[in-house]
C-alpha cells in the first residue's frame, strides 16, 4: 500500500504530498496522523527553509474520509460512546497549527477540488499557488457541521466575515478565477505548470531569510488578536531579532556591493 503522505527534502525545501489520489486525498486516519507528524517534522527539522504542501491525482483534499467516518459514528452509535469528532482535537488542530506556526513559509499547490478540512489546510498555508481548473468548497454546512480546520479563523481574514458567512452557510464550489478575486487564491496557473509553479515559488522561498519570514509570520498573526499600540511592540521585539540575523548581515553586505545576497536562513 502506498503511503498516505510522502515526503521529500531537498536543497531546503520539504515537499509533503498527500498521496490517495483513488479516494480524492480523502482524509482517513492514516493520513491525517501522517500529515500531522510529518509537518511537525519539517518544523522541527533545521535543514528544512521552506515547506510546499501538495497531492497527487485530481483532487488536492476532499477532506474527510466519509466511509470511515459513517463507520466510526455507527461505532459510537453501538457502543454509546462521542469519540468520532475527537479528531478535530486529535488531528485536524494539530494540523493546522503546525502549518500556521511553522517557522517558515508554507506554499499550498492546490491541484485541484479542495473541500472542508482541505479547504482549510489550504486556506492556513502562507501562499496558495492553484492550478485553474480547481475550487475550492467549505462544504462543512452540506453535512450539517460547522467549521473545522481553522477555517472560522483564517476565511474570515481572507475574505472579510460576510463572504466567510456566505461561504459557509452556503456552501459551493468556488473557482479558481473567482477564488483568486476573493482572495482566497495568491495565484492561478493552467494545470499542467501547477506542480512546476507551486514548487518555484516554494523554491523561491526556501532560499530566502528564513528567520524574517518566520518574524513576518508571527507578527501577522499577533496583530490579528492585539492592539496597534501592542503590535507595534511586538514589531519593535521582531526587528531586534531580525536585524541581529546573519541574514541580514548578509543582505546589508550584498547592498553595498550591488550582489545578490545567498541567505543561510539563520
Given amino acids: 500500500m502506498a503511503d498516505a503522505v510522502l515526503y521529500e527534502v531537498s536543497d531546503g525545501l520539504a515537499t509533503i504530498t498527500l498521496n490517495r489520489p483513488d479516494a480524492m486525498n480523502a482524509l482517513n486516519t492514516e493520513a491525517k496522523a501522517a500529515l500531522r507528524d510529518t509537518l511537525l517534522q519539517a518544523a522541527a527539522d533545521p535543514a528544512v527553509r521552506a ?3 501538495t497531492a497527487t491525482g485530481r483532487a488536492f ?3 474527510q474520509d466519509l466511509k470511515e467516518h459513517v463507520a466510526s459514528l455507527a461505532a459510537d452509535h453501538e457502543n454509546g460512546t462521542r469519540t468520532t469528532m475527537d479528531t478535530v482535537r486529535d488531528h485536524y488542530n494539530p494540523i493546522v497549527t503546525a502549518i500556521t506556526q511553522m517557522p517558515k513559509p508554507v506554499v499550498a499547490g492546490v491541484n485541484g477540488v479542495a473541500a472542508g478540512a482541505g479547504a ?5 498555508a ?3 499557488v492553484v492550478a485553474d481548473t480547481a475550487a475550492f468548497n467549505t462544504s462543512f454546512a452540506g453535512v450539517a457541521l460547522t467549521a473545522d480546520s481553522g477555517v472560522s479563523w483564517t476565511l474570515p481574514r481572507l475574505v472579510g466575515r460576510g463572504r466567510a458567512t456566505d461561504l459557509l452557510l452556503f456552501p459551493r464550489n468556488v473557482a479558481a478565477q473567482e477564488a483568486y478575486e476573493l482572495g482566497l487564491a495568491d495565484k492561478v496557473v493552467p494545470a499542467a505548470e501547477l506542480a512546476a509553479e507551486a514548487a518555484a515559488v516554494a523554491r523561491r522561498l526556501a532560499s530566502g531569510p528564513t528567520a524574517a519570514y518566520a518574524a513576518i509570520k508571527e507578527s501577522l498573526d499577533y496583530a490579528a488578536g492585539h492592539s496597534l499600540a501592542q503590535a507595534l511592540v511586538k514589531e519593535e521585539e521582531l526587528q531586534a531579532r531580525a536585524g541581529a540575523s546573519e541574514d541580514h548581515d548578509i543582505a546589508v553586505a550584498a547592498f553595498l556591493n ?3 545576497p545567498r541567505y543561510v536562513g539563520r
Fill in 126 to 128: 502562507d501562499y496558495r
Fill in 120 to 124: 482549510g489546510f489550504a486556506f492556513a
Fill in 51 to 53: 515547506v510546499l504542501l
Fill in 258 to 260: 550591488k550582489e545578490k
Fill in 61 to 63: 483534499c476532499v477532506g
